[in-house]
């Protein structure tokens, strides 16, 4: 299991990190649909990184990610994740919903 | 390039499970898929371990990936049992949790691109030949959707090829359903691990459903656990294996070698058979008495009476076990309290005399290993047998049998042994005797010989038995007599059936003949008298015209011609005649 980012000076941004295989099918729809997810936030309040397994593979490996995509909410705390192509916006959204988001 | 091959032709990997590869042709195939199944419980992940671990012992890095079991509690059962051994192992071993834990939410459909994508770069950097994955119907399930397995299956098959990574995959999958079928298709080789339980018996089994790169036993063999992991057990196909030795040992009884042609074999299997009471401990007592003699390390495990009750029993007729256990040559163990499955004594058995480096076994009685009821615990005993044949050690077991008869010996060991001794009560002359039959034992002419055996003060010894009809009648014997007569009766009810029959149809024959010759004699009365009627007759007219003839002549002629004629025509058969 991958060790959790250190905590932000604020710790209501959001911070997450896409793991994704390249072009595959899965992955772009979860990029698409998480961008989509996050256009109405303040982009200052987000922190994306979006890590490619098919360039990076030692990460997926160091961070426990078995499946692509991965969707992996470091803060605020606890860590959280997610599968999948992220295509349920209503489940997505309460995924990054930054107080109190019920699973 | 690594040692890890096995098979003539490096087609192969051995599988590190003793005495599985012969069953897969060598072992599994090099760079191909395997698929192993079974039921929770039945070994898969121990099998797969014991793979990978194996080929890392010849310098082959392996890859664990992990779906179910928690990896450190993998780590600590291959620690546990020994298997990391220095540390070498372990350096080319790398374990990957790939659960999919529950508070991972599902978000949509995934892959495992991410996943595999790491592991190629893990298998470059240990130079992996072998990489295990382990309860993949779990992340199968987890996908929630048939056809997204079938994808996924279909990549994981790709990679493993494109990566020539030899694979083995692990399922709870049975058969049936088509994710079974999909897995089957896609492996080159299916290993199905079995487990059944009755009672505590449990018995493993391990069958080779597919191979296609070689040759492959079919039938299910047995497998027991042991303190390394999973073994398979031979009971009895592959004989020819076991050394075969000319060697004799003694049995502890002059006489008794004598009758054997000088003692056990070294290294085969005897059994001593008999009711209670019928002296079986002494007798292999005896044995291991002798063998420590001559200084060979003996095992004696006794799962009936105390390790002192048997030693005092035997210092009553002189068989000193006391003496060879303090020596330490002679170890004897009392399991019979001891809790445990058949197949946990067996192993324990076998622990214990590789630790004490024993050359021969007691087992003392090994029916107690299997509990009435349960055929399955019966074969169990027959995997001791194997194991000691293997390593060559002469082992003597004893069995318990009620009544007299022999043939009652539950478990299958007679078949099996080299040297069967049956010990029995025989009441001769109102005087009720011991008796000890061989009845039967390799490189013997005469089988079922029957001594009288007598236990003194001064030892144990056997002599011969006399009956009035030269006979013994007792067990098998006896049976066998009853059954000689049984038969000699039912050839003869035949024989003089056949005889009434034979004698029935050659009466039946005669008359006809008689009734046919009767017909002809009356018909050659009837002809003889029809001719003596027509020669009368003949006659009668000859005589009528004759005396025409002459009434005739005398009108003409006068009375001196009739008188000539007359005297003349009496003797003259007529010229018209």
Same mark, same amino acid.
Request: glycine content about 10%.
């Given at each position: 299991?991958?060790?959790?980012?250190?905590?932000?000076?604020?710790?209501?941004?959001?911070?997450?990190?896409?793991?994704?295989?390249?072009?595959?099918?899965?992955?772009?729809?979860?990029?698409?649909?998480?961008?989509?997810?996050?256009?109405?936030?303040?982009?200052?309040?987000? *922190?994306?990184? $979006? +890590?490619?397994? /098919?360039?990076?593979?030692? %990460?997926?490996?160091?961070?426990?990610? @078995?499946?692509? &995509?991965?969707?992996?909410?470091?803060?605020?705390?606890? *860590?959280?994740? $997610? +599968?999948?192509? /992220?295509?349920?916006?209503? %489940?997505?959204?309460?995924?990054?919903? @930054?107080?109190? &988001?019920?699973? | 390039?690594?040692?890890?091959?096995?098979?003539?032709?490096?087609?192969?990997?051995?599988?590190?499970?003793?005495?599985?590869?012969?069953?897969?042709?060598?072992?599994?195939?090099?760079?191909?898929?395997?698929?192993?199944?079974?039921?929770?419980?039945?070994?898969?992940?121990?099998?797969?371990?014991?793979?990978?671990?194996?080929?890392?012992?010849?310098?082959?890095?392996?890859?664990?990936?992990?779906?179910?079991?928690?990896?450190?509690?993998?780590?600590?059962?291959?620690?546990?049992?020994?298997?990391?051994?220095?540390?070498?192992?372990?350096?080319?071993?790398?374990?990957?949790?790939?659960?999919?834990?529950?508070?991972?939410?599902?978000?949509?459909?995934?892959?495992?691109?991410?996943?595999?994508?790491?592991?190629?770069?893990?298998?470059?950097?240990?130079?992996?030949?072998?990489?295990?994955?382990?309860?993949?119907?779990?992340?199968?399930?987890?996908?929630?959707?048939?056809?997204?397995?079938?994808?996924?299956?279909?990549?994981?098959?790709?990679?493993?090829?494109?990566?020539?990574?030899?694979?083995?995959?692990?399922?709870?999958?049975?058969?049936?359903?088509?994710?079974?079928?999909?897995?089957?298709?896609?492996?080159?080789?299916?290993?199905?691990?079995?487990?059944?339980?009755?009672?505590?018996?449990?018995?493993?089994?391990?069958?080779?459903?597919?191979?296609?790169?070689?040759?492959?036993?079919?039938?299910?063999?047995?497998?027991?656990?042991?303190?390394?992991?999973?073994?398979?057990?031979?009971?009895?196909?592959?004989?020819?294996?076991?050394?075969?030795?000319?060697?004799?040992?003694?049995?502890?009884?002059?006489?008794?070698?004598?009758?054997?042609?000088?003692?056990?074999?070294?290294?085969?299997?005897?059994?001593?058979?008999?009711?209670?009471?019928?002296?079986?401990?002494?007798?292999?007592?005896?044995?291991?008495?002798?063998?420590?003699?001559?200084?060979?390390?003996?095992?004696?495990?006794?799962?009936?009476?105390?390790?002192?009750?048997?030693?005092?029993?035997?210092?009553?007729?002189?068989?000193?076990?006391?003496?060879?256990?303090?020596?330490?040559?002679?170890?004897?163990?009392?399991?019979?309290?001891?809790?445990?499955?058949?197949?946990?004594?067996?192993?324990?058995?076998?622990?214990?005399?590789?630790?004490?480096?024993?050359?021969?076994?007691?087992?003392?009685?090994?029916?107690?290993?299997?509990?009435?009821?349960?055929?399955?615990?019966?074969?169990?005993?027959?995997?001791?047998?194997?194991?000691?044949?293997?390593?060559?050690?002469?082992?003597?077991?004893?069995?318990?049998?009620?009544?007299?008869?022999?043939?009652?010996?539950?478990?299958?060991?007679?078949?099996?042994?080299?040297?069967?001794?049956?010990?029995?009560?025989?009441?001769?002359?109102?005087?009720?005797?011991?008796?000890?039959?061989?009845?039967?034992?390799?490189?013997?002419?005469?089988?079922?010989?029957?001594?009288?055996?007598?236990?003194?003060?001064?030892?144990?010894?056997?002599?011969?038995?006399?009956?009035?009809?030269?006979?013994?009648?007792?067990?098998?014997?006896?049976?066998?007599?009853?059954?000689?007569?049984?038969?000699?009766?039912?050839?003869?009810?035949?024989?003089?059936?056949?005889?009434?029959?034979?004698?029935?149809?050659?009466?039946?024959?005669?008359?006809?003949?008689?009734?046919?010759?009767?017909?002809?004699?009356?018909?050659?009365?009837?002809?003889?008298?029809?001719?003596?009627?027509?020669?009368?007759?003949?006659?009668?007219?000859?005589?009528?015209?004759?005396?025409?003839?002459?009434?005739?002549?005398?009108?003409?002629?006068?009375?001196?011609?009739?008188?000539?004629?007359?005297?003349?025509?009496?003797?003259?058969?007529?010229?018209?005649?």
């Amino acid at each position: 299991m991958a060790e959790p980012a250190r905590a932000r000076e604020e710790p209501t941004r959001l911070a997450l990190r896409l793991f994704v295989a390249g072009e595959a099918p899965n992955s772009l729809a979860a990029r698409k649909n998480l961008e989509a997810a996050l256009e109405p936030l303040d982009p200052g309040a987000v *922190e994306l990184e $979006i +890590v490619d397994v /098919l360039d990076e593979p030692r %990460r997926a490996l160091e961070d426990g990610v @078995v499946v692509t &995509p991965t969707l992996v909410r470091l803060s605020p705390p606890p *860590e959280r994740r $997610i +599968v999948g192509s /992220l295509g349920a916006s209503e %489940r997505l959204r309460q995924f990054l919903a @930054v107080e109190n &988001p019920v699973p | 390039m690594s040692e890890n091959r096995s098979g003539a032709d490096g087609r192969t990997i051995s599988t590190g499970v003793p005495g599985f590869d012969p069953l897969a042709g060598g072992g599994l195939p090099r760079g191909r898929t395997t698929l192993l199944v079974g039921g929770p419980g039945c070994g898969k992940t121990t099998f797969a371990l014991q793979v990978l671990t194996r080929g890392a012992r010849n310098g082959a890095g392996g890859i664990f990936v992990a779906f179910e079991e928690p990896v450190e509690q993998i780590r600590q059962g291959l620690a546990r049992r020994g298997l990391f051994g220095d540390g070498e192992v372990e350096d080319r071993l790398a374990f990957v949790d790939a659960r999919l834990p529950s508070s991972v939410l599902r978000g949509g459909d995934f892959d495992l691109l991410g996943l595999l994508g790491g592991l190629a770069e893990r298998a470059g950097d240990l130079q992996a030949e072998v990489i295990v994955f382990d309860a993949l119907d779990v992340l199968l399930a987890s996908l929630e959707d048939p056809g997204a397995e079938r994808r996924e299956l279909y990549r994981l098959h790709e990679w493993l090829q494109e990566t020539g990574l030899t694979g083995i995959l692990t399922a709870k999958e049975t058969g049936g359903g088509p994710r079974y079928d999909f897995l089957e298709f896609m492996a080159d080789c299916v290993v199905r691990l079995h487990l059944r339980t009755e009672g505590k018996a449990a018995v493993r089994g391990v069958r080779v459903l597919k191979h296609r790169s070689s040759s492959h036993a079919t039938h299910e063999s047995p497998m027991i656990v042991t303190e390394r992991g999973l073994e398979v057990v031979d009971t009895g196909s592959v004989k020819l294996e076991h050394r075969v030795s000319d060697e004799r040992v003694s049995s502890g009884i002059g006489e008794l070698d004598r009758m054997i042609g000088g003692g056990y074999y070294r290294g085969s299997s005897i059994l001593i058979s008999g009711s209670s009471g019928t002296a079986k401990t002494t007798l292999a007592a005896a044995f291991a008495e002798a063998a420590c003699r001559r200084g060979e390390r003996t095992l004696y495990v006794s799962f009936d009476e105390s390790v002192s009750q048997i030693v005092r029993n035997l210092a009553s007729v002189s068989v000193d076990l006391g003496a060879q256990v303090e020596s330490g040559t002679l170890l004897m163990d009392s399991a019979r309290a001891r809790p445990g499955s058949p197949e946990d004594h067996i192993v324990r058995i076998r622990s214990l005399w590789r630790e004490h480096e024993a050359r021969n076994l007691v087992v003392d009685p090994l029916s107690a290993l299997e509990k009435p009821g349960t055929h399955l615990a019966e074969e169990v005993g027959l995997y001791l047998v194997d194991l000691a044949k293997k390593e060559g050690i002469t082992f003597v077991s004893t069995c318990l049998v009620e009544g007299n008869r022999v043939e009652s010996t539950p478990i299958g060991i007679s078949t099996v042994a080299d040297t069967w001794i049956h010990l029995s009560y025989l009441v001769q002359a109102g005087e009720r005797n011991r008796a000890l039959t061989v009845v039967k034992s390799r490189g013997m002419r005469h089988s079922n010989q029957v001594r009288e055996l007598l236990l003194a003060d001064d030892g144990i010894d056997l002599r011969a038995v006399y009956t009035a009809g030269g006979e013994v009648l007792m067990g098998t014997l006896r049976w066998e007599k009853e059954e000689e007569e049984r038969m000699a009766r039912e050839e003869e009810r035949r024989e003089a059936e056949r005889r009434r029959r034979e004698a029935e149809i050659r009466v039946a024959e005669l008359r006809a003949r008689m009734e046919a010759l009767r017909g002809e004699l009356q018909a050659a009365e009837e002809e003889a008298a029809r001719a003596e009627e027509e020669t009368r007759s003949a006659r009668r007219q000859r005589r009528s015209r004759e005396r025409q003839i002459r009434e005739l002549r005398t009108r003409e002629d006068g009375t001196e011609q009739d008188r000539e004629e007359g005297s003349g025509s009496e003797g003259r058969e007529g010229s018209d005649g």
